[in-house]
Every structure is written in structure tokens, then in C-alpha cells.
């Protein structure tokens, strides 16, 4: 079965045997969501922290808060349990490496501590993470076992 | 303004703007590399983040990145791409360095002379727009990425993404005589940006 490829600011839902793809998180972050119970996996590529910065509204995926909240809906749909509801995050590096404190590019780490802070306000608990560092990712999520599978240029490939 | 709003009319504005930009960065390009280099006519277009992506090869091809932030009247920030498979090309014919061997991390030499390249470019542009509308700009040093092109606009992207969900593209490609090599600058203006500028011009918006 095909993966779902998963966008920038975009998310899905699926079950097992069809597994979902996001390719080149930079400061953007993958966030997996899953149900062991019922094999039933999500994935959102949030770009930014915090919807009540933003003036757009209509993109609920762009959002590290409201991406996890349209996320669940989407699972709970497919028949997954909140309470079974389990995550692995990916991402969030920061790509450029400014000379000065540049506050404004720290947008990574950012997304990290927003998704994390989202997670624990909906409590689901983070089993594993690959985030920071200043290069970009590409990330499987195996729906059949929930695995995290990272690849990246020429920083090697792993699983979480 | 939505960059979904732009007419025709504004298109050709930016067009013209980004004509005389990319004669001036051709006349400066040739001057420092002392070779002919030209420039065509740029493309405009509006797309969302997505297909953003997609025009430099899709979000898990390499590319060479420069960005740098504009700030002052009229913020924006300003991203030069270059696709991986004319990143030797780049190199070697308009700036006579060694070949970059395949996945190899670009060398020292190779990234300040792209840095330096986006630096004339972003002065050539913004230029131009100076010379239209009389708004100073200031530029920020530029930084540089060697990555997946979707991770390298993610991060360019970011302060646009609270407001929009498509980005102004101004797609530029260099000549050595016979020779072409693809690559796309992006003018990323930040909310109210578009506005300042075609008010200065006496453009409805």
C-alpha cells in the first residue's frame, strides 16, 4: 500500500499496513501520534508554535497546538483511544547558523518546546524524540508497529 | 495584502522592479567574476508553501540556501537557491573553483562565494526598489545551508507563516554564455510590506 506523503503545514491519520511519510523537516517538526491498540497512526508537519500569533487561521496543520488537537480528532475517527494515544517527535533544527543572536531564527527550538508543552496539556506521553541539531530530516512513521524510522544527508539514519 | 490579491498590474510592477534588479546584479556579477553573466527576465508567481517546494525540485532534493533578513520600512527576508545539480555548474563556471565532489559538503571557499553572490544580489534588488520608492533597507549577513530544500524553506518561511500561506516567488536564471544555471532567488515581504511599496509607487492595493 502506498505511504501517505504528508506536506509542509499539512496532517493525516491512517491504520496499519499503510504507513506515512513527511520528507526535509528543517525547523519545522514531525509529530506521531499512535494508537498501539488499534494500529491507527497520525502524522502533522507543524511549521510554528503558536496559532494565537498567527493572522491565518484557516490552516489548522500549520500550528503546534492545533495540529495535535485536529491530529487526535482525525485518529479518534479511525477508532484510536486518546488514552492510548502515544507520541515520537522528529525535527525542529535550526538549518541556519546566524554570526549574532538572532533571536527570530530559533524558531526550531521553538516548535520543539510548543509541541511538547501541547502534548503534555493533552496527555499524551512522548516516548522518544531526534529534534535540534542544523540539518534536515526526512521521517517514516511505521504504522504497524510504531516506529520512527529518520534519514537524513550524511548524518546517518535511525530509528526511534 | 494576500499575496492571493496581487493583479496583474502589481505582477508588473514587481516584474519591472525585478528586471532592473537582476540587470544590475548581472552588471555587478560580470564585473566581480570579469566574465559576461546575464540574467533573464524574471518570473512571478505567488505559490503556496507546497509548491514552493516543488520549483526547486522537491522537498528531499539538496540544495545550497542563502538567507538573509531586510529589515526597516518594508521587511522581508530573501532566500537564494541553488538547485544541487547546478551547484557545480555555479562553482565552477561563474566562479572558476574546483568541482564539488558528489555529497561532499561544499568547501569554505565555495559557501563565502555564494554568501557573496546573495549579498550582490539582495544589494542589486534592493536597489531597484530604493530607486523606485526611496525606502532604505537594511540586510542582515547572510547564512547558509546545505540541505533538503524542504528543510531549508521551512526555516526561511517561518515569519511569513504566521500570515500567509503562499509565498511571492521571483524565479531568476544566471547565463554564461551558452551555458545555464538554475537557480531562484525569493523575495519573502512580510505583512504590510507589499502595501508600503505600491503605496510609494501610487498603485492601488
Keep these: 500500500m502506498e505511504d501517505i506523503k504528508v506536506g509542509m503545514a499539512d496532517l493525516a491519520a491512517t491504520i496499519a499496513p499503510q504507513n506515512l511519510v513527511t520528507i526535509g523537516l528543517g525547523s519545522c517538526v514531525g509529530i506521531c501520534l499512535y494508537d498501539k491498540a488499534t494500529k491507527v497512526g ?32 482525525e485518529m479518534t475517527k479511525l477508532g484510536a483511544q486518546k488514552r492510548r494515544i502515544t507520541a515520537k517527535i522528529a525535527g525542529g533544527a535550526q538549518m541556519f547558523n546566524f554570526s549574532g543572536n538572532n533571536n527570530s531564527m530559533k524558531i526550531g527550538e521553538r516548535n520543539v518546546i510548543a509541541v511538547k508543552e501541547e502534548l503534555k ?16 530530516r526526512t521521517i517514516k512513521f511505521d504504522t504497524s508497529d510504531g516506529s520512527l524510522g529518520i534519514k537524513t544527508g550524511n548524518r546517518g539514519e535511525k530509528t526511534i | 495584502m494576500n499575496f492571493e490579491n496581487i493583479n496583474d498590474l502589481h505582477k508588473d510592477v514587481l516584474r519591472e522592479i525585478g528586471n532592473i534588479g537582476a540587470g544590475n546584479a548581472a552588471t555587478s556579477l560580470s564585473a566581480i567574476l570579469n566574465k559576461k553573466v546575464n ?21 528531499d532534493n539538496y540544495v545550497a540556501g542563502c538567507f538573509l533578513e531586510i529589515s526597516g520600512e518594508a521587511p522581508m527576508s ?3 537557491v541553488i538547485p544541487k545539480e547546478s551547484i557545480n555548474l555555479f ?24 554568501k557573496e553572490i546573495t549579498n550582490i544580489l539582495a544589494g542589486s534588488y534592493l536597489t531597484a526598489l530604493n530607486g523606485f520608492t526611496q525606502i532604505v533597507f537594511d540586510t542582515s549577513v547572510p547564512a547558509f545551508a546545505y540541505d533538503m530544500a524542504g528543510a531549508i524553506l521551512g526555516n526561511a518561511l517561518y ?37 508600503a511599496i ?7 492595493v
Design chain 1, 42 to 73: 497520525g502524522l502533522a508537519h507543524i511549521m510554528l508554535p503558536d496559532s494565537t500569533q498567527g493572522r491565518t487561521m484557516q490552516n489548522k496543520a500549520k500550528y503546534a497546538d492545533t495540529a495535535i488537537e485536529v491530529l487526535l480528532e
Design chain 1, 121 to 136: 496539556r493533552q496527555g499524551i506521553s512522548l516516548l522518544a524524540e531526534d529534534t535540534g541539531e542544523n540539518f534536515g
Design chain 2, 39 to 59: 540574467m533573464d527576465v524574471p518570473e512571478i508567481s505567488v505559490l503556496p508553501f507546497n509548491k514552493v517546494v516543488d520549483i526547486m525540485g522537491g522537498a
Design chain 2, 78 to 80: 530573501l532566500l537564494f
Design chain 2, 91 to 114: 562553482i565552477t563556471v561563474l566562479l572558476g573553483l574546483p568541482p564539488m565532489e558528489d555529497n561532499q559538503e561544499l568547501d569554505e571557499m565555495s559557501i563565502s562565494a555564494l
Design chain 2, 159 to 195: 515569519l511569513l507563516g504566521n500570515v500567509s500561506d503562499s509565498a511571492l516567488v521571483i524565479k531568476s536564471l544566471f547565463k554564461e554564455e551558452d551555458k545555464e544555471v538554475d537557480s531562484h532567488l525569493f523575495l519573502l515581504p512580510e505583512p504590510g510590506t507589499l502595501e
Design chain 2, 198 to 204: 505600491f503605496e510609494k509607487l501610487g498603485v492601488s
